[in-house]
């Protein structure tokens, strides 16, 4: 199973990003996955959640991001997608795609995003 990250990139404080997470080499759908997530780690702190979907599209999302972040999914495509808007400084960092298959779980390579002030 392979995780690959896109859409990273620089912008300015209040513009927006979509974040793309396409699998491969998975049995079945990434509907199948248990849980996709997304985290995110700036330099020099801890990794931390940033929004989840299980596998019947039910999502969740950090305080941090709540009404600025969509996680959505295209099953065709394999692929979920991380809509972020009103960007903040505060959101750089880099961003990794996470699944879970049963008892196994992966991480892409993740995408930086950077935003400036």
Known sequence: VQLVESGGGSVQSGGSLRLSCTASGISGSISSFKVVAWHRQAPGK??????????????????????????????????????????????????????????AGYWGPGTQVTVSS
């Open 46 to 103: 801890q990794r931390e959640l940033v929004a989840s979907m299980t596998a019947g599209g039910s999502t969740d999302y950090a305080d941090s991001v709540k009404d600025r972040a969509t996680m959505s999914r295209d099953i065709r495509k394999n692929t979920v997608y991380l809509q972020m808007n009103n960007l903040k400084p505060d959101d750089t960092a880099v961003y990794y795609c996470n699944a879970f298959q049963g008892t």
